[in-house]
C-alpha cells in the first residue's frame, strides 16, 4: 500500500484544492457528472437531474399507467431511503456500549467506519446509502440489485421459511419473502455483525452497530405504476428496546439504469489519507467521510 507522506509547512494549495473537491463530491454524492445518455444505454439514477426525471416520468405516465399490483420490478429511487433517526429507539445497557464504542475524535470523518476501507455495507444500510436499487422478479426468488457497490441481494420466494439458525456470515442476510394481498414482505436475519445499520448522521461522530440477533422487516406496496410505499424495521432486542421503524415513498425511474459504483481501496486509502494531513495550521484536514451525500 503506497502511503502519502507530506510535511505540514509544504503542503499545496493544489492539493488542499483536490481534496476539498472530493469531499464535496462525496457529499453531494454527485461523484459522476449529469449526462446525456448515448444510444443504446440509459443514464443511472444519479446521473440526471431533477428536470430529466420529471420528463422521464411525465412521458411514462406514472401515476395514471395501469400496472400490476405484484409487480415490483424496475428502478428505484436514487439516494436510498435514509433510516429515520427522528425515531431511533432507546438502547439497552449494552446497545449503548456498542454505540460509545463507535465515536470519533475526528468530526466529520469517522475512523471507525468500516466504509472507509471498502468493506461491504450490508443491509439495511446498503438500501439507506445506495444509488439507486433495482427489483427483478424471477420464478422462486426476489432480486434486489444496489448501483453502491454492485451487488445483489437475493430473497426467496420459493415458500421456504426463516431458517432458525442462518449462517451469521453474510454482510445482507438471509432473506425470504412472500406476497400478503398486495404488500411483498420479507425477512431477514444472519447478519454479519462487521457491519453498521448506518453511520449516525445527527452528528457524524458514531455510527449504529447491531447484534448478531438482528432481524429485518421489509413492506413493499405498489401504490401505482411510478411509486412504491416501504416499511423497514430493524429489529435487535439486545441493542434497541423496540423496533426501529422507517417509512417512505420510493419513486420509479423509468428510463434509467444501474451504473457501476464501486468502493475502490486504492482510492479510499487516499481519501482517507487527506482527511487526516496536518494542514499548516497544524490542526487536521478533516474533510466529509464516504458515507456523506
Same mark, same amino acid.
Given at each position: 500500500?503506497?502511503?502519502?507522506?507530506?510535511?505540514?509547512?509544504?503542503?499545496?494549495?493544489?492539493?488542499?484544492?483536490?481534496?476539498?473537491?472530493?469531499?464535496?463530491?462525496?457529499?453531494?454524492?454527485?461523484?459522476?457528472?449529469?449526462?446525456?445518455?448515448?444510444?443504446?444505454?440509459?443514464?443511472?439514477?444519479?446521473?440526471?437531474?431533477?428536470?430529466?426525471?420529471?420528463?422521464?416520468?411525465?412521458?411514462?405516465?406514472?401515476?395514471?399507467?395501469?400496472?400490476?399490483?405484484?409487480?415490483?420490478?424496475?428502478?428505484?429511487?436514487?439516494?436510498?431511503?435514509?433510516?429515520?433517526?427522528?425515531?431511533?429507539?432507546?438502547?439497552?445497557?449494552?446497545?449503548?456500549?456498542?454505540?460509545?464504542?463507535?465515536?470519533?475524535?475526528?468530526?466529520?470523518?469517522?475512523?471507525?467506519?468500516?466504509?472507509?476501507?471498502?468493506?461491504?455495507?450490508?443491509?439495511?444500510?446498503?438500501?439507506?446509502?445506495?444509488?439507486?436499487?433495482?427489483?427483478?422478479?424471477?420464478?422462486?426468488?426476489?432480486?434486489?440489485?444496489?448501483?453502491? *457497490?454492485? #451487488?445483489? +441481494?437475493? $430473497?426467496?420466494?420459493?415458500?421456504?421459511?426463516? !431458517?432458525?439458525?442462518?449462517?451469521?456470515?453474510?454482510? @445482507?442476510?438471509?432473506?425470504?419473502?412472500?406476497?400478503?394481498?398486495?404488500?411483498?414482505?420479507?425477512?431477514?436475519?444472519?447478519?454479519?455483525?462487521?457491519?453498521?445499520?448506518?453511520?449516525?448522521?445527527?452528528?457524524?461522530?458514531?455510527?449504529?452497530?447491531?447484534?448478531?440477533?438482528?432481524?429485518?422487516?421489509?413492506?413493499?406496496?405498489?401504490?401505482?405504476?411510478?411509486?412504491? *410505499?416501504? #416499511?423497514? +424495521?430493524? $429489529?435487535?432486542?439486545?441493542?434497541?428496546?423496540? !423496533?426501529?421503524?422507517?417509512?417512505?415513498?420510493?419513486? @420509479?425511474?423509468?428510463?434509467?439504469?444501474?451504473?457501476?459504483?464501486?468502493?475502490?481501496?486504492?482510492?479510499?486509502?487516499?481519501?482517507?489519507?487527506?482527511?487526516?494531513?496536518?494542514?499548516?495550521?497544524?490542526?487536521?484536514?478533516?474533510?466529509?467521510?464516504?458515507?456523506?451525500?
Amino acid at each position: 500500500m503506497r502511503k502519502i507522506v507530506i510535511g505540514a509547512t509544504v503542503l499545496s494549495a493544489a492539493l488542499l484544492a483536490s481534496f476539498f473537491a472530493t469531499a464535496q463530491k462525496r457529499v453531494t454524492g454527485l461523484d459522476v457528472p449529469v449526462v446525456t445518455p448515448g444510444p443504446g444505454w440509459k443514464a443511472c439514477p444519479r446521473c440526471v437531474n431533477q428536470a430529466h426525471i420529471d420528463d422521464d416520468r411525465a412521458k411514462a405516465e406514472v401515476d395514471t399507467r395501469q400496472f400490476d399490483k405484484h409487480d415490483i420490478s424496475g428502478v428505484w429511487g436514487d439516494n436510498g431511503v435514509e433510516l429515520d433517526v427522528k425515531s431511533v429507539p432507546p438502547f439497552t445497557p449494552e446497545g449503548q456500549k456498542m454505540f460509545d464504542a463507535t465515536l470519533t475524535n475526528v468530526p466529520g470523518v469517522n475512523a471507525k467506519d468500516p466504509m472507509n476501507i471498502c468493506d461491504p455495507l450490508g443491509f439495511p444500510r446498503a438500501f439507506a446509502y445506495n444509488y439507486g436499487m433495482e427489483f427483478i422478479q424471477v420464478p422462486g426468488r426476489t432480486l434486489q440489485f444496489f448501483e453502491f *457497490q454492485h #451487488t445483489w +441481494r437475493t $430473497i426467496w420466494t420459493d415458500g421456504r421459511k426463516l !431458517p432458525t439458525d442462518p449462517p451469521l456470515d453474510r454482510y @445482507l442476510g438471509y432473506s425470504v419473502g412472500h406476497w400478503d394481498g398486495d404488500t411483498f414482505k420479507v425477512e431477514s436475519s444472519g447478519f454479519d455483525t462487521r457491519s453498521w445499520l448506518s453511520e449516525d448522521r445527527r452528528k457524524r461522530v458514531h455510527g449504529f452497530a447491531h447484534s448478531s440477533d438482528l432481524r429485518t422487516e421489509e413492506e413493499y406496496t405498489r401504490i401505482n405504476y411510478g411509486k412504491l *410505499q416501504m #416499511t423497514l +424495521r430493524i $429489529i435487535d432486542p439486545k441493542v434497541f428496546t423496540k !423496533p426501529w421503524v422507517t417509512t417512505a415513498v420510493e419513486t @420509479l425511474r423509468p428510463n434509467n439504469e444501474l451504473s457501476e459504483y464501486f468502493c475502490v481501496p486504492s482510492e479510499e486509502t487516499q481519501f482517507n489519507s487527506f482527511s487526516t494531513l496536518p494542514t499548516a495550521s497544524g490542526s487536521k484536514a478533516t474533510g466529509l467521510g464516504p458515507d456523506s451525500k
